[in-house]
């Protein structure tokens, strides 16, 4: 429904109305920088020539000229975070409201309907997602036999404490604690039993979604935008994050007699060269078809997802090859970014959010300074050059990330024929797959 030109909409549901689409913005991951540019243009299509936005991770400040007064409106920051295609919905509706294409009202049922939109494939789906997904990272990290089973077990456990805990807001912050405390005395206690699991892998593949890769590489990029309050609450908050997991991983080993000093590998597994190198590409396939059920991927976004996580994985090892592990992010995220804008815009993909978040979680930074802090239990001087290593492989993802986009940002500019052409082969390609 497209509003009336001549009849603007009242300024109290347009008020709210934007900051309800800067809490699902938020939810959905997008930098405050990015947030505010969008609803200046939402309040722009809607006739409001003066506003001023602000927006931090947990709180939207919005000013807008009503007559010859101003009128003001302070909002709380999201709760909880969205799902993919959620979040898929949510860009839609940004994209129809920078074109006043809908009523403000409309729009806020609009967002009503999606933050209540149950799960794509039910719990059913989102626990066999978790498993799926675990298995997958097991196969990229460390593809043995017994951490892949181990993998489908703690896999299954994590997922259904997470369909426990849907919907309440107050076990968010003690879960990921729960659940790595959970996963490290299961883990321990079947090393007791004479299991060879290599622990570091071990816990790390079921926890995987919990890791803040995304928030501290996200704090790093809006550090680098010059966004100090954003970028320090999302740094601290992504660290604090990785301690609880580090407290509960510590905590579950105590609980069944292991000390600090027992996170490290106990077995060594001998596996072919062949299955070492075929293992890896395996396990970012399935990552991506369990990231797909787990968190609810919008429909025909599954090729582009598993398309752009392949992208992402073989860029990454080709630079580790060339350059470093640690610099092995800043390419893999140049090129996924731009990537990402060009599958949305270009080729009528999902939002670019919705596939590079899962690259997020593959690249994993998280885990490099997981496994620093674990290290730090036990060996400081070891611990501490991880824990700088994963900074330094934080800091080349924000950069690759920022140099991305503003490569996809200057080629559009730059050479606006090879929209066109690129287009047309989307247009081609997607004709066929019609036939």
Same mark, same amino acid.
């Given at each position: 429904m497209t509003p009336e030109r001549s009849a603007p909409p009242a300024t109290d549901t347009l008020l709210e109305f934007l900051y309800r689409l800067a809490q699902a913005y938020l939810a959905s991951g997008e930098q405050t920088a990015q947030v505010e540019l969008l609803l200046r243009? =939402?309040?722009? !299509?809607?006739?409001?020539?003066?506003a001023r936005i602000i927006a931090f991770p947990t709180a939207i400040f919005i000013i807008v000229q009503d007559g010859d007064q101003e009128r003001v409106t302070l909002a709380e920051g999201p709760t909880q975070s969205l799902r993919l295609d959620q979040i898929a919905h949510v860009y839609?509706?940004? +994209?129809?409201? +920078?074109?006043?294409? =809908?009523?403000?009202?409309?729009?806020?049922?609009?967002?009503?309907?999606? +933050?209540?939109?149950?799960?794509?494939?039910?719990?059913?789906?989102?626990?066999?997602?978790?498993? $799926?997904l675990t298995f997958g990272m097991a196969m990229v990290l460390m593809p043995s036999s017994t951490n892949l089973a181990a993998a489908i077990a703690l896999g299954a456990i994590v997922g259904a404490l997470k369909i426990l805990n849907r919907n309440r807001p107050l076990l968010a912050v003690p879960l990921p604690v729960v659940a790595a405390a959970l996963v490290s005395a299961l883990v321990f206690l079947a090393i007791q039993y004479g299991l060879p699991l290599e622990p570091?892998?071990?816990?790390?593949?079921?926890?995987?979604?919990f890791l803040p890769g995304g928030m501290l590489t996200l704090g790093m990029v809006e550090l680098a935008y010059g966004d100090m309050v954003s970028g320090s609450s999302r740094l601290v908050t992504g660290f604090v994050q990785l301690l609880l997991l580090v407290f509960g991983l510590a905590a579950g080993a105590t609980l069944v007699g292991y000390s600090p000093e027992n996170l490290t590998d106990t077995a060594?597994?001998?596996?072919?060269?062949?299955w070492? !190198?075929?293992?890896?590409?395996?396990?970012?396939? $399935?990552?991506?078809?369990?990231?797909?059920?787990?968190?609810?991927?919008?429909?025909n976004s599954l090729l582009w997802m598993l398309f752009?996580?392949?992208?992402?994985?073989?860029?990454? +090892?080709?630079?580790?090859?060339?350059?470093?592990?640690?610099?092995?992010?800043?390419?893999?995220?140049l090129v996924v970014t731009p990537l990402g804008y060009l599958i949305q815009l270009r080729f009528r993909g999902p939002p670019a959010m919705v596939t590079f978040l899962p690259s997020f979680w593959l690249v994993v930074p998280g885990a490099l300074g997981l496994l620093s802090v674990t290290q730090m239990l036990s060996d400081?001087?070891?611990?501490?050059?991880?824990?700088?290593?994963?900074?330094?492989?934080?800091?080349s $993802?924000?950069?690759?990330?920022?140099?991305?986009?503003?490569?996809?940002?200057?080629?559009?500019?730059?050479?606006?024929?090879?929209?066109?052409?690129?287009?047309?082969v989307g247009g081609y390609f997607r004709r066929k797959g019609k036939r």
């Open positions: 243009r =939402v309040a722009t !299509a809607y006739g409001i020539r003066r839609t509706l940004g +994209q129809a409201a +920078q074109k006043a294409e =809908v009523t403000p009202q409309a729009g806020l049922e609009r967002l009503t309907e999606i +933050q209540r939109l149950p799960a794509r494939y039910g719990e059913l789906g989102i626990l066999a997602g978790h498993v $799926i570091r892998h071990a816990l790390i593949a079921p926890l995987v979604s060594v597994t001998t596996l072919s060269p062949l070492l !190198a075929v293992s890896p590409w395996l396990g970012v396939v $399935i990552f991506g078809l369990g990231a797909f059920y787990h968190f609810s991927a919008p429909k752009t996580l392949l992208v992402v994985y073989a860029v990454q +090892q080709g630079a580790e090859q060339f350059f470093s592990e640690r610099a092995s992010g800043f390419f893999a995220m400081r001087a070891a611990g501490t050059e991880g824990l700088i290593n994963a900074l330094f492989a934080l800091t $993802i924000a950069l690759g990330t920022l140099l991305g986009a503003s490569m996809y940002k200057w080629l559009t500019e730059k050479f606006g024929w090879w929209q066109l052409q690129l287009g047309r």
